[in-house]
């Protein structure tokens, strides 16, 4: 039974640049949950996807945005990067109906 | 929002000492509350959970109380072992039926054991 799975594990990537991160859940699960992890601090929720649609949002600028797919994998995308994104991005999965979130291994973003 | 406030940020033990991990949160709707433990180059792995209707949950060295009442809630490690070192998170969330299961994380605890 696959956990989690995120790709590319590492990125590096310049100011201004666009990236897309992406994310298969654990199977059976169909909500995704993205967070962000600076570098020793917890892990920040950026949003949440159910149903291929935004469910709830934290506090984080348009310029990141998702999608969900049929098959509930789920792609992170930001524009216009920033040295301050640079940071571990984590999936989490789970299901809508309840039950514990599942986190991936993370995508590690370098913005120089 | 929800604030979920950790300490200690750091923690060392000898091995087979006992580890205690305490957070508070600051809004009472929450009602489920997990703890993570991140190893390096690792995602959080889900060690253990309570909901809002339970006052203590135990897996076998690992134990978890909650006072609703104060708002805070621990995470207990008896007869810790070197592999217990990783930096552990607790967090917060209402109930997925009610507002989403969005997590509010603490800012985490780097617990070492020393053998």
């Known amino acids: 039974d696959a956990g989690v799975t995120q790709s590319p594990t590492h990125l590096i990537k310049t100011r201004g640049q666009q990236v897309t991160l992406r994310c298969s859940p654990k199977s059976g699960h169909d909500t995704v949950s993205w967070y962000q992890q600076a570098l020793g601090q917890g892990p920040q929720f950026i949003f949440q996807?159910?149903?291929?649609?935004?469910?709830q949002r934290g506090n984080f600028p348009d310029r990141f945005s998702g999608h969900q797919f049929p098959n509930y994998s789920s792609e992170l995308n930001v524009n216009a990067l920033l040295l301050g994104d640079s940071a571990l991005y984590l999936c989490a999965s789970s299901f809508a109906r309840g039950g514990p979130q599942h986190f991936g291994d993370g995508t590690r973003l370098s913005i120089l | 929002g929800e604030n979920v406030e950790q300490h200690p940020s750091t923690l060392s033990v000898q091995e087979g000492d006992s580890a205690v991990i305490k957070c508070t949160y600051s809004d009472s709707a929450s009602n489920y509350f997990p703890w993570y433990k991140q190893e390096l180059g690792k995602g959080p792995q889900l060690i253990i959970d309570i909901r809002s209707n339970v006052g203590e949950k135990k897996d076998q060295r690992i134990a978890v109380t909650l006072n609703k009442t104060a708002k805070h809630f621990s995470l207990h490690i008896t007869e810790t072992q070197p592999e217990d070192s990783a930096v552990y998170f607790c967090a917060a969330s209402m109930s997925p039926k009610t507002s989403g299961s969005r997590l509010t994380f603490g800012e985490g605890t780097q617990l070492t054991v020393n053998p």
């Open positions: 996807y159910y149903e291929e649609e935004e469910r």
